[in-house]
T-cell receptor, first 112, second 113 residues
């Protein structure tokens, strides 16, 4: 079901920016790109979402390619608390319903 | 005030037993979900309800029966528990729409022995 592809793991040094890539070559015109993260022993939490334009919020930025077939989640200054699994999700209307379909995600390790 | 709350947080039970997990959301969302996260950490959708009506059932064994008494609650009842049911179960809620943000509970770790 997952329609996104992400690297299994990435590492970053604390206080440095992190760019987490996601490929979604089969995205449809009305699918939104969502990012969630799951901290250890917690439920997933919303990070950011977008449709076509780049988006910024207090947690992160989302850069969306012009053809929408890929996107990048940007954490501007990684902290130890950002160590988590990051999921890139496409959400759209499929067979009359909306779903959040999680792939395998990217495990981000932040080094002190 | 917790947006999506699940009880219990931990559940240890023997094979063959019947158990329930409760979920409540105070966000006024129309849609609620149950997800299962197995030992490999893969999150898989099980069910989705919209305004108390089942809209997604992702080929889950019929030993699993969700029940939505009202829009704010979605409980999961599991009959005849098996070892393979051991997992973390997450409840979530969201408004409708492609741009909707989902809120997840903290999870219920079910261990079947």
């Amino acid at each position: 079901d997952a329609k996104t592809t992400q690297p299994n793991s990435m590492e970053s040094n604390e206080e440095e920016p992190v760019h987490l890539p996601c490929n979604h070559s089969t995205i449809s015109g009305t699918d939104y790109i969502h990012w969630y993260r799951q901290l250890p022993s917690q439920g997933p939490e919303y990070v950011i979402h977008g449709l076509t334009s780049n988006v910024n919020n207090r947690m992160a930025s989302l850069a969306i390619a012009e053809d929408r077939k890929s996107s990048t989640l940007i954490l501007h200054r990684a902290t130890l608390r950002d160590a988590a699994v990051y999921y890139c999700i496409l959400r759209g209307l499929t067979s009359g319903t909306y779903k959040y379909i999680f792939g395998t995600g990217t495990r981000l390790k932040v080094l002190a | 005030d917790t947006a999506v709350s699940q009880t219990p947080k931990y559940l240890v039970t023997q094979m063959g037993n019947d158990k329930s997990i409760k979920c409540e959301q105070n966000l006024g969302h129309d849609t609620m979900y149950w997800y299962k996260q197995d030992s490999k950490k893969f999150l898989k959708i099980m069910f989705s309800y919209n305004n108390k009506e089942l809209i997604i059932n992702e080929t889950v064994p019929n030993r699993f029966s969700p029940k939505s008494p009202d829009k704010a609650h979605l409980n999961l009842h599991i009959n005849s528990l098996e070892l393979g049911d051991s997992a973390v179960y997450f409840c979530a809620s969201s408004p409708q729409g492609s741009a909707a943000e989902a809120f997840f509970g903290q999870g219920t770790r079910l261990t079947v022995v």
